[in-house]
């Protein structure tokens, strides 16, 4: 019976948990209520607050879980491949992830409009710190002449804002290209050609 309590106890938290991302990721941090999560997860309110007591401990636990996946594509970034491919890699990585993830992706933005309260030791601590190593070895790779020249803190910014904004703009993407063109498609053909010229070294 203990292991069965334990399962039912970890489906309970991951239903909530999913409930949450559809809620904050719609209605944002301050929208969001308890009721609204319950009611998304299918239970009730005293139910949900035997596993989370706040609509906060909902909150933090999804950003928890969501900042390693979302470092992920960086982390692949191979010093000893070709620079242009790896670079062009962890574009489509990163694409992929905001199409695949579009609730995760709206919820972080959402915390980092909101001043990254949960965040913030996160994003000036390890994140900094992997940018940081990525950006060195980009910077190499421009001081040897095998990527053109840019800063790399900045290439990587513009790869955040141009791969996250078919996510987080979806609805705006869809209403400007019209029901008969797949915005992902594009995308991926669109942003690797546009950040293909501006790795490739001239001349």
Same mark, same amino acid.
């Given at each position: 019976?203990? +292991?069965?309590?334990?399962?039912? =106890? &970890? ?9 949450? /991302? ?5 209605? $944002?941090?301050? !929208? ?9 997860? !299918?239970?009730? &309110?005293?139910?949900?607050? #035997? ?7 909902? #909150?933090?636990? @999804? @950003?928890? $879980? ?21 670079? /062009?890699? #962890?574009?489509?990585? &990163? ?34 710190? /992997? ?7 980009? $910077? +190499? ?5 095998? @990527? ?15 791969? =996250?904004? #078919? ?31 501006? @790795?490739?070294?001239?001349?």
């Amino acid at each position: 019976m203990p +292991d069965d309590t334990t399962r039912i =106890q &970890k489906n309970r938290r991951a239903q909530i948990l999913e409930a949450g /991302l559809d809620v904050f990721s719609a209605e $944002g941090f301050n !929208g969001a209520t308890l009721d609204g999560i319950a009611r998304a997860a !299918g239970l009730s &309110k005293p139910n949900l607050l #035997y596993y989370f007591p706040s609509k906060e401990a909902v #909150y933090v636990a @999804l @950003l928890n $879980g969501l900042l390693d996946t979302w470092l992920d594509p960086l982390r692949a970034l191979d010093p000893a491949g070709d620079p242009v491919e790896e670079v /062009l890699g #962890y574009v489509r990585r &990163k694409l992929h992830l905001a199409r695949d993830y579009p609730r995760e992706s709206r919820l972080f933005a959402g915390e980092i409009l909101r001043g990254a309260p949960q965040l913030q030791p996160e994003l000036s601590g390890t994140l900094r710190r /992997l940018v940081d190593t990525h950006a060195r070895q980009i $910077g +190499d790779w421009m001081a040897a002449g095998r @990527l053109a020249t840019s800063d790399p803190h900045h290439l990587i910014f513009s790869i955040w804002a141009l791969t =996250q904004h #078919y996510a987080d703009f979806e609805v705006q993407v869809r209403a400007v290209l019209g029901a008969e063109r797949d915005p992902w498609a594009e995308a991926e053909r669109e942003v690797q050609a546009h950040f293909a010229r501006v @790795l490739t070294p001239t001349g």
